[in-house]
């Protein structure tokens, strides 16, 4: 079974130990695994072969999309969304650096420290508002690893049928190996 992006969520707190404080909104995450970039240090030495040690990772600016409203939405969840575009954009107007949690439906993490950047995206008739969220990675990014149970868990509580699983299942649906990734 594959796994779902739904349910990934970012959270931000002023410090790596302190509360992460949930962003909401968020529909687009980038991509957080990157390559070292390689040092050439090929010498005389290596005859027929170029040799290359690990360099720094890259990241680039890490860019996220979210809503600034939703039509569906409750009262308290535009309230969350609006909340969260305005302390993103406190952190950027009084350049606080903020550290970040990506987590997702397997429970699995990534973690690390930039400089926040949020601003309104155009729009047009029969669009929601949205904003860009963008983020340096200034610290290591460090991963942790979900589990299979966790996926369990999930399908279990989103399962419509009522019907109860064990830690063992990977949930319902179509099993055969076609969509997504399958």
Same mark, same amino acid.
């Given at each position: *079974?594959?796994?779902?992006?739904?349910? /990934?969520?970012?959270?931000?707190?002023?410090?790596? %130990?302190?509360?992460?404080?949930? *962003?909401?909104?968020?529909?687009?995450?980038?991509?957080? !695994?990157?390559?070292?970039?390689?040092?050439?240090?090929?010498?005389?030495?290596?005859? #027929?072969?170029?040799? =290359?040690?690990?360099?720094?990772?890259?990241?680039?600016? &890490? /860019?996220?999309?979210?809503?600034?409203?939703?039509?569906?939405?409750?009262? @308290?969840?535009?309230?969350? =969304? &609006?909340?969260?575009?305005?302390?993103?954009? +406190?952190? +950027?107007?009084?350049?606080?650096?903020?550290?970040?949690? &990506?987590?997702?439906? %397997?429970?699995?993490?990534?973690?690390?420290?930039?400089?926040?950047?949020?601003?309104?995206?155009?729009?047009? /008739?029969? $669009?929601? &508002?949205?904003?860009?969220?963008?983020? #340096?990675? $200034?610290?290591? *990014?460090?991963?942790?690893?979900?589990?299979?149970?966790?996926?369990?868990? +999930?399908?279990? +509580?989103?399962?419509?049928?009522?019907? $109860?699983?064990?830690?063992?299942?990977?949930?319902?649906?179509?099993? @055969?190996?076609? !969509?997504?990734?399958?």
């Amino acid at each position: *079974m594959e796994f779902s992006s739904q349910g /990934i969520t970012l959270s931000v707190s002023t410090t790596e %130990d302190g509360t992460y404080r949930p *962003m909401y909104g968020f529909f687009s995450v980038p991509d957080l !695994g990157k390559d070292d970039e390689g040092v050439d240090v090929t010498n005389f030495a290596h005859r #027929t072969t170029k040799k =290359i040690s690990s360099g720094v990772k890259d990241y680039d600016n &890490l /860019i996220f999309d979210a809503y600034i409203n939703i039509k569906e939405a409750s009262e @308290s969840e535009t309230t969350q =969304i &609006l909340e969260s575009y305005k302390y993103l954009r +406190q952190a +950027q107007d009084t350049g606080t650096k903020l550290w970040h949690k &990506l987590t997702y439906p %397997d429970g699995g993490t990534h973690t690390w420290k930039g400089s926040p950047r949020a601003w309104r995206l155009a729009s047009n /008739i029969k $669009e929601a &508002l949205k904003f860009r969220y963008s983020t #340096t990675v $200034e610290s290591d *990014m460090t991963e942790t690893y979900g589990s299979l149970s966790a996926q369990s868990t +999930q399908s279990a +509580q989103s399962s419509s049928t009522g019907t $109860e699983t064990t830690g063992t299942e990977t949930g319902g649906g179509d099993n @055969s190996g076609e !969509g997504a990734g399958g």
